[in-house]
Every structure is written in C-alpha cells, then in structure tokens.
C-alpha cells in the first residue's frame, strides 16, 4: 500500500524567519495520515529537521553525485542526510534548463542519494512544444530509462511529473491528461521493478492550489503531488494536505 505524500518545494525561497510556517503547518496537522515533507533552501536543511523533530519530514532540493571532494559549493547526499533530510529532489526541470543537468547526471545523483539511504523524489516532464506535437509518452519515457537509478526500491524512490509549462503558470493539465501520464508511469516502473514498481509512489506537480488539489487527487496513480508556489504559506499547503489525506 503506498503512502500519499504531499512534498512542498520552497526553491530559492525562505530565510530563518520562515520556519515558523514550518510550526504553523505542523500545529495544524499534527499528526497527519499523509507523508509531509518540506525541501527547504539548502541553508535551512538543519534548523528545519531540528525544529520537526520527525514529525514532517525535511529534504533537499538536489545533490552532488560525488560523496565528497573537491567540488566547491557543492552539497553531498551525505551532507543532507547528516544535516537530517530523508528525501532529495533530483533532476527538476528548473536545474535541467538552468544548469544543463542530463539525464545521465540524474542517473548518477539518484544513485548516490539512495545509496547513502535518501529517497530521491526525480522529476520528469514535457515542455508545451513536446505535448502539441504529441510527444508527452516518448519524452516521458527516455527521462525515465535515463534518469532512473540502479539501486530503487519502492521505499527508496519517488517519481514526480511536473509538465514544465505547468509549472508557476497557473495552468495545468486535464484531470485526463494526468492519468494517461500517471497510467504509463505506473507501467514503465512495474516493466522495470517488477512488483516493486506498485510501491514508487507517482507525484503530479505544477500549479497545484487549494482550489484545485482536490480534483487531481482522484486521478488514478497519483498519490500525492509536489507543490511550489503554494507550500510556502502553511495555510496554502495545509490545506492541500488535508485535501490528499481526504483523497
Ligand atoms: O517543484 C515544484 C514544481 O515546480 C511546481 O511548482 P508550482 O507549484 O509553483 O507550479
């Protein structure tokens, strides 16, 4: 049975100030059914999980393939770990555009995070050219045999899909639309880990709201979503927790 998790991703968001949308979030869903987590800005990584004591979870927003060395400004799966996050967000389209980051660097960041015993969230998507030319499944599909880790194992391993035009825009997919991503997903995971692939919980993310989290929740294999804009707010996500813990 796969837990629902609901994933907020601050971004380059947030100063210490901020955490105490952290403790808002937590007084008003103490002990919530669902997965939390929060991916702070690196900088907050170890106040934060020092402040929920366990009763969220704190993670990363990205990784260094390497465990250590000479990498300046880089940051280890090891160092997150140490610093008390259980998950990383790997490969999200904003570090793929900006920073070139390849499937294969995917590959190898995932396999590192899991190996030193972090769930790696990896997000996967198309832009808006690549649906209008009805290439969603194919683009899906090569991000995945690409980025996928060697080492995955239901608990270990997170896949996201966020469709980049979606994302901060306000706009999302049909509910349609998602399932037939989500559908596929679900199949290219139980091709690759056999039963294991029933247990990678599947993340929708791109403009998901209050007002709309809901609905994405019925959609078939979805089982949580990863959300920007809208965690920063304890009020905002709160709500979307609630709503995933109804779902
Ligand atoms: O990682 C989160 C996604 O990029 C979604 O961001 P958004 O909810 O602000 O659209």
């Keep these: 049975m796969r837990r629902k998790l609901a994933a907020g991703n601050w971004k380059m968001n947030g100063l210490r100030a901020n955490l105490g949308e952290i403790e808002a979030l937590i007084a008003a869903h103490p002990a919530p059914e669902c997965e939390v987590l929060i991916c702070p800005p690196y900088t907050l990584v170890s106040a934060a999980a020092d402040l929920v004591k366990g009763r969220i979870a704190i993670g990363g927003q990205n990784c260094h393939p390497q465990i250590s060395g000479a990498y300046t400004g880089g940051i280890s799966a090891r160092m997150l770990k140490d610093a008390g996050a259980s998950h990383v967000i790997l490969g999200h389209s904003e570090r793929r555009a900006d920073r070139f980051e390849s499937d294969e660097l ?24 690549e649906r209008d030319r009805g290439a969603t499944l194919d683009v899906i599909s090569s991000q995945l ?32 639309q998602i399932a037939e991503v989500h559908d596929f997903m679900r199949a290219e995971m139980v091709k690759k880990f056999g039963d294991d692939g029933e247990e990678i919980r599947l993340l929708y993310g791109g403009s998901v709201k209050p007002s709309n989290a809901a609905d994405i929740f019925t959609v078939s294999n979805v089982d949580g979503a990863l959300v920007g804009g809208a965690s920063l707010l304890a009020s905002d996500f709160g709500a979307i927790v609630a709503a995933l813990e109804a779902s």
Excluded: Q
């Excluded at 995917?106 to 050219?129: D, F, P, W, Y």
């Design 145 to 176: 045999k690409g980025s996928l880790p060697l080492n995955a194992s239901g608990a270990s391993l997170v896949i996201a899909y966020e469709p980049i035009w979606a994302i901060g825009s306000g706009r999302t997919p049909t509910l349609e």
């Design 106 to 129: 995917v590959h190898a960041k995932s396999t590192t995070a899991i190996s030193e015993g972090l769930i790696a969230i990896i997000c996967v998507g198309e832009t808006e050219r």
